[in-house]
Structure formats: structure tokens, C-alpha cells
């Protein structure tokens, strides 16, 4: 079973609509990744953090998307405007480390965008 | 930039045959690390082996791979496959920045 909590599991939003994903990482892992997995099971690195600071981020997050991991809150990933494109599954992953260590998944949300 | 590339999309072996999945990477950084990733169907990922050592085998239930950062290759084996070990499998690659790239993933059909 994970022990990374993601939350919800399936999300449904018109086009334009704005589309929020939680994360909890594992206890005691201080890095969190979010990537999107496209209907071909392409993954797509969106952005990381470590503790509440952003490490890197990809240009597409710099735009429609946010995220953040505030201090003793989940993470989350929001996206402003949905686009059809945007349907994917989002994954986030925490880790003890930014680029050694294993990262431990998510079962991930399911974004549908109509 | 870093990349990982994985050229099998999908392959289909009959039980019993030996497996060996393709993975190639790109990096400047002079000391990466490389993962396989198995992802069953409706699951999440999760790690099958890690390597940061060249010319070292690593080892996972059942299956191996070696670093080679003379060819930057990180091949994974494994001498039977079993109709358990359908899923896909991907490849990645912490070089030289703070991201983990991940290949565009093998489909590993095993049939009876």
C-alpha cells in the first residue's frame, strides 16, 4: 500500500475550469515530485520541491500550472485553465533525496478534462 | 540536457524466454544514477533496481542490470520471464540537476 496519499483520485473539469491535486509524502521525506503521465504512458516531469522550496520546474508549470508545499500542509498542484490536453494522470512522489534516492509513488490523480 | 532513451514500446516474449529491456541515457554529469521502475497495470510505480556504480551488477527479484558509463547503457535482464512480469518498465536518470528523467517506458508482455 502507498504511504503517499494523493488526493482526489479522479477529477472531472470543463475546459477553462481550474483543476486542484493533493499530495501527502511520506513521513519524514523532505523532496515531493509531481509528473504527469499522458494517455501513452509518457512521463513528464512538472516540478519538485524541497522542504517548501521549489528545486526545479518545467516552462508548461511556470504558466497554467502551480504547486506548492507549504509547511505542515499537503502539496498540491493546481491548474488554472484547463485544457483538453491536460488530461493525464498526475503522480507525485517524495523522496528522502532530490537525485539519489527512490522515489515512492502515489496512486496518482485522474484528470479528465471535457 | 539529460535524457533516457528506452527504444523497445513493447515487447512480447513467451514464458520461460529471457528478458532484456533497452535502456540508453544521456547526461554530462559524471556521476548519475540510473533506476528501472515497474509499473503494474492500475498501479503506481515503484522502484525494481538502482545503480550508481560502473560495471557493477545490480540485482531485484530475479532481475539484474549493470551500469555501463562507457556506452551509458543500464540494460535490464532477467533469464526467465514469468507471466507475472507483465507490466511496464521504465527507465530513469538523476544527472545533472535535481530532476529524475524518465524513459517513454516498455510494455513487457509475457504470454503463456
Known amino acids: 500500500n502507498s504511504k503517499v496519499i494523493q488526493t482526489p483520485r479522479y477529477l472531472v473539469k470543463g475546459q477553462g475550469q481550474k483543476a486542484k491535486m493533493r499530495c501527502i509524502p511520506e513521513k519524514g521525506h523532505p523532496v515531493v515530485f509531481w509528473y504527469q503521465q499522458n494517455k501513452n504512458n509518457e512521463f513528464k516531469f512538472l516540478i519538485n520541491f524541497q522542504n517548501q522550496e521549489v528545486l526545479q520546474q518545467i516552462d508548461m508549470t511556470e504558466k497554467r500550472f502551480s504547486a506548492e508545499c507549504p509547511s505542515n500542509s499537503p502539496c498540491s498542484l493546481e491548474i488554472q485553465s484547463s485544457e483538453a490536453g491536460d488530461s493525464a494522470l498526475y503522480l507525485c512522489?517524495?523522496?528522502?533525496?532530490?537525485?539519489?534516492?527512490?522515489?515512492?509513488f502515489g496512486e496518482g490523480s485522474k484528470l479528465t478534462v471535457l | 540536457g539529460d535524457s533516457v532513451t528506452q527504444t523497445e514500446g513493447l515487447v512480447t516474449l513467451t514464458e520461460g524466454l529471457p528478458v532484456m529491456l533497452n535502456c540508453t541515457y544521456q547526461?554530462?554529469?559524471?556521476?548519475?544514477?540510473l533506476f528501472w521502475y515497474v509499473q503494474h497495470l492500475n498501479e503506481s510505480p515503484r522502484l525494481l533496481l538502482k545503480?550508481?556504480?560502473?560495471?557493477k551488477r545490480t540485482e531485484h527479484q530475479g532481475f539484474h542490470a549493470t551500469l555501463h558509463k562507457s556506452s551509458s547503457s543500464f540494460h535490464l535482464q532477467k533469464s526467465s520471464a514469468q507471466l507475472s512480469d507483465s507490466a511496464l518498465y521504465y527507465c530513469a536518470l538523476s544527472g545533472s540537476n535535481n530532476r529524475i528523467f524518465f524513459g517513454d517506458g516498455t510494455q513487457l508482455v509475457v504470454k503463456p
Open positions: 545503480s550508481f556504480t560502473d560495471n
Open positions: 547526461t554530462i554529469y559524471s556521476n548519475p544514477f
Open positions: 512522489a517524495s523522496s528522502s533525496t532530490a537525485n539519489t534516492g527512490q522515489l515512492y
